[in-house]
């Protein structure tokens, strides 16, 4: 209706690096990720992908672009009837331009690569909050996509747990040099992980620049927010 959540955002999100966006809560962090793929459309302006406005195209035209991007959500979004590793090679069966045994060896690789290896056969209900974010990680790494983007993933976990998905993330966007969006409220990630930081405050972003610069920013509701870690 008349809510604006979004006020004139105006972002870049540079390639190969990892850029976080952080505010209060509410402030529109996850309807801007939305944005970024096509799952929300602004009522002005636009959102440009390698070039392309994808505010302004066809459903059928966004379903290649999607497939760039790799989405972990805040809950993990596992679905509970279907083991670990039919999870991960979910989108890959979807797909239906890969045989099951190739699907198989895909799977246990990106295990692997989130530190899961051999959890194939568990569900979903015996596994940690931890090991819930790394299988929804490994499924989204199974895609191969060029952009990763992450809504909260270190929400609900303990201190060491975070700390372990944050340097996964990191070590993933290094090894792999994939473009990272991560939408956080956690400070911690911000001087741990990010290349980047955008800050959003009433609908727009009222900071971006490096975790060194966002510390030195002179702006009292980017130093409040800083000194709630």
Known sequence: GQNEVLRGVSLEIPQ???????????????????HLIGLLKPDRGQVIVDGTDIAHIPERRLTPIRQRFGMVFQSGALLNSMSVEENVGLGLRERGRTPWRAIREIVAE?????????????????????????????????????????DEPTTGLDPPM???????????????????????????SIFSIADQVAMIHEGRIVFRGTPQEMER??????????ARR
């Open 16 to 34: 190969n690096q990892v850029t976080l966006i952080v505010g209060g809560s509410g402030c529109g962090k996850t309807v801007l990720l939305k």
């Open 217 to 226: 920013d002179s702006q009292e509701v980017v130093q409040r927010f800083i």
């Open 110 to 150: 990106k295990l692997e690569l989130v530190g899961l290896g051999g959890t194939q056969r568990e569900m979903p209900t015996s596994l940690s909050g931890g090991m819930r974010k790394r299988v929804a990680i490994a499924r989204a790494l199974t895609m191969d996509p060029e952009i990763f983007l992450y």
């Open 162 to 188: 975070a700390t372990a998905i944050d340097g996964l993330i990191a070590e993933l966007a290094e090894r792999l040099r994939k473009t990272t969006v991560v939408v956080t409220h956690d400070l911690v």
